[in-house]
């Protein structure tokens, strides 16, 4: 029987006997790179693929320092520190086994709250070239009705007060890329790694309109000196659960306190636009393109839309998981039509894509039973994600007099979703930043079904297009009436029974 053994920078020669490590000096390498939001899916993606390329030994500037920007991402920042930056990244493999590995590339750590002077010295540093986010899509601030940075957040107005200990990365970036123009210091590339079209260019706006307002003088040094890639980012990765970090104990005696699972499955596409340097990623699988906005508009509206499609209409039927909710034939028929039907007319630009074996692929990905997806984290603020995911879509299909029926179902099951109870009466678990207005909104579409598109900051004007309304209006009255599955089955044999 195998002695346990803590991760850590002493004990990576032991635990290297036992599962793969990195093979490179992690006290010789740089931090080249800042990035803000260290959870499970970077510590999958971009910090997987950085950590591939340092155990080429030439490279030795591209380290990554890691900052936790919000006060409850207290425990990812002391794990990382207890472990020296160190996890296990797990691969949950089709046929059940499990590839593991230590990645060491995060080789400095940040608590934002506890020092924020120390943070914005470090994204101000000579040896950074690179600021990577995954803020998620709401740290964007970004009001979908008027497409405008929302200066009425609180914890804006607190920035704009107190530059010198910033609440939000608009704050941080502002005091960082203000300390490299008073030190003569050149430019950095900031880079979104989050699940937004146009992320680059999102990025940019917002932070150029704070900017314009905290210190209108670095405006012109910005455009000048910064450069800002569009990307997209792609490899689900579900919530670590006990069981992942006691099963990596009892199967390799390893003691890791935050392991991070995932799918085999991994993309970054990534325009290639870095104004001070960058690694050499595409040595270790991912792609430099001149223009990645079809591969994003491919992604976000098939497969994050796919995960909300599943995460809404699973958890009202009282599944847990994705797999659970894809291997209902039904909902993977609807699921199946809404992309072939809804999504795939919207998409161009994909000549050197087989689109139908990439949505072939969704659907196998979906249904890997052993990643268990948990549905309220597929489901956590959706406020933000509909507005990126599903509404684009419906609003192409709006212009050319398309289908809706699919998307305008979602939207209703995610109206009766947000009165907090599944189908079986049981409580929903409801994480989003707009849940009480949703669930006021809900409770007053029970007498009017269109109340709940009322919420401008997510539907803009959706709620003029009788085309829609009328769709939704049917598919909420259905669903009252039928239930969801009931629903769905007659959508896909296009007869209401």
């Not at 699972?261 to 870095?274: A, G, H, R, T």
């Amino acid at each position: 029987m195998k002695t346990n053994i803590k991760l850590n920078q002493n004990n990576l020669a032991e635990i290297s006997k036992r599962i793969s490590c990195p093979s490179y000096n992690r006290k010789n390498i740089k931090t080249g790179i800042v990035h803000v939001g260290i959870g499970g899916f970077h510590r999958a993606h971009e910090a997987y693929y950085t950590d591939q390329l340092l155990h080429d030994e030439a490279v030795k500037e591209w380290g990554i320092c890691g900052v936790a920007l919000l006060n409850f991402d207290t425990k990812i920042y002391n794990t990382l520190k207890e472990q020296d930056g160190l996890y296990t990244l797990v691969i949950k493999e089709l046929d059940g086994s499990l590839t593991k590995r230590v990645i060491g590339s995060i080789v400095d750590y940040l608590y934002a709250p506890e020092n924020p002077l120390k943070v914005i010295e470090k994204m101000a540093s000579p040896d950074v070239k690179i600021i990577t986010l995954t803020i998620t899509e709401g740290g964007y601030n970004y009001n979908e009705a008027t497409g405008a940075f929302d200066f009425d957040n609180p914890l804006i107005q607190h920035d704009l007060e107190f530059s010198q200990a910033p609440k939000t990365i608009f704050g941080y970036l502002t005091e960082a890329l203000k300390l490299r123009k008073e030190n003569g210091l050149k430019g950095v590339t900031i880079q979104s790694c989050d699940n937004i079209q146009g992320n680059g260019h999102m990025a940019k706006k917002m932070l150029l309109s704070y900017v314009k307002i905290a210190a209108p003088d670095l405006v012109y040094w910005i455009e000048k000196n910064v450069s800002f890639p569009n990307s997209m980012v792609d490899r689900i990765t579900p919530a670590t659960s006990p069981s992942d970090i006691s099963n990596l104990l009892e199967t390799s005696g390893i003691e890791d306190a935050w392991p991070v699972v995932c799918e085999p499955f991994k993309q970054w596409v990534i325009e290639d636009d870095f104004i001070a340097g960058r690694p050499a990623w595409e040595t270790v699988g991912a792609q430099f393109v001149e223009d990645v906005v079809p591969f994003e508009k491919m992604k976000l509206s098939l497969l994050n839309a796919g995960h909300s499609v599943l995460g809404i209409l699973g958890d009202l039927m009282g599944y847990a998981t994705i797999d659970e909710s894809v291997h209902n034939t039904a909902i993977k028929s609807f699921l199946t039509n809404y992309m072939n039907i809804e999504v795939t007319p919207t998409l161009a630009g994909l000549e050197n894509v087989n689109l139908d074996a990439y949505k072939e692929s969704l659907l196998q990905r979906f249904g890997n039973i052993y990643i268990k997806d948990q549905l309220d984290r597929i489901c956590s603020e959706s406020s933000a994600k509909f507005p990126i995911f599903i509404l684009p879509t419906v609003n192409k299909q709006l212009k050319k007099n398309g289908s809706v029926e699919f998307a305008s179902f979602v939207v209703a099951a995610w109206a009766i979703y947000s009165l907090g109870k599944n189908e079986n009466g049981k409580p929903l678990l409801i994480k989003d930043a707009m849940k009480t207005i949703l669930n006021e909104k809900a409770i007053a579409a029970k007498n009017n079904p269109k109340e709940f598109l009322e919420i401008t900051s997510i539907f803009g004007k959706l709620k003029d297009s009788q085309t829609f309304v009328n769709a939704y209006t049917t598919a909420y009255n259905n669903i009252v009436t039928y239930g969801v599955e009931k629903c769905i089955i007659a959508i896909n044999n296009k007869v209401i029974k």
